[in-house]
């Protein structure tokens, strides 16, 4: 009986094993925005256009697994609210390569709210409530993945069929820091609070504005700097993202897909923007604002658990 016992265990898992790998067989899942037709692909997107970045919704396969969410004590800009924790994430993810644009957003939603105008740069002045909604998309976590059907996420998902949404805070810097536990996801630390080569070569911040890449002084256009070992480009600087989350303390101990407080006041941004020091970019730096707040600063990327 012993052996049939570990036999049938040793099947489920086989079976829950090929259940992921069917998920994950192609790296990338691609939306053409005009049509609203998905499909998935090992091809990376051709940076040398602009489609990848407008008419089109690149996202990467994220696999599940288990972080240290949070910073050392003795990181370089860290701040208290950044206690260290084991998160495991125990479902694959697709996370968006890339912020959602402006034209990403026209496309969806048939108008642009943003001051710095640009098809391929990241969205700005849009809120929460404008991405998930003021009814059923404001509340989470109680109200689950549940978003109102003229907000974003509400015409992204009937154009598509797909539940996307945003990424959780966990799944945001899981996803950010790519298995590496430095203070940036090139594997690099801070060397300066204010101004830091190495944050210069993964995103646009305060100091490297006047860089020339991309075309413009505040935020510019996507996927102009070093992407992590994941793909995913932008996760430091150019805009802050929302993310699922109410603003709370971290929990004092490890945490299995955390979805944050059950209320609040203030909603999650992580990432930092290009107003940004380098040490408000970091993979653990943990921003917030009201859900109804629109400034120049604030954009997101979209996320989607099969």
């Given amino acids: 009986m012993e052996m049939i016992r570990k036999t ?6 086989a079976f829950v094993c090929m259940a992921e790998v069917k998920v994950q067989s192609e790296t990338y899942l691609v939306v053409d925005l005009s049509t609203g037709k998905v499909h998935r692909t090992n091809e990376s ?5 602009d489609t990848c970045r407008t008419a089109e919704l690149w996202l990467h396969w994220i696999p599940a697994g288990t ?3 949070g910073s050392p004590e003795g990181e370089l800009g860290r701040y208290s609210g950044e206690v260290q924790h084991e998160v495991t994430l125990t479902h694959g993810y697709w996370m968006g390569v890339f912020e959602v644009t402006q034209r990403q957003w026209e496309l969806i939603m048939g108008g642009n709210p943003s001051d710095y105008k640009g098809e391929a740069r990241p969205v700005e002045k849009v809120s929460y409530n404008d991405i998930r909604g003021r009814d059923k998309g404001a509340g989470w976590p109680l109200g689950g993945h549940e978003v109102d059907s003229g907000s974003f996420l509400g015409k992204l998902r009937a154009k598509t069929g797909l539940a996307f949404d945003l990424p959780t805070e966990a ?7 790519a298995g590496t536990k430095t203070a940036l996801n090139s594997g690099k630390n801070l060397t300066d609070v204010y101004e830091c080569p190495n944050m210069a070569e993964v995103g646009r911040y305060n100091y490297n504005r006047s860089d020339g890449k991309g075309d413009c002084i505040e935020h510019t256009r996507v996927g102009c700097y070093l992407p992590n070992a994941w793909g995913l480009y932008d996760m430091h600087g150019n805009v802050s993202e929302w993310c699922l989350d109410w603003y709370g303390d971290y929990p004092k101990s490890s945490a299995t897909d955390p979805q944050g407080p059950e209320s609040g006041s203030y909603r999650m941004l992580r990432g930092g923007s290009c107003r940004n020091l380098a040490q408000y970019c970091r993979s653990a730096r943990r921003d917030n604002s009201p859900p109804w707040n629109r400034i120049g600063s604030y954009g997101f990327r979209v996320a989607f658990c099969p």
């Fill in 8 to 13: 049938m265990i040793l099947l489920c898992l």
């Fill in 67 to 69: 972080f240290t969410m």
């Fill in 45 to 49: 997107p051709d940076l040398s256009k």
């Fill in 171 to 177: 799944q945001w810097e899981y996803a950010c820091r």
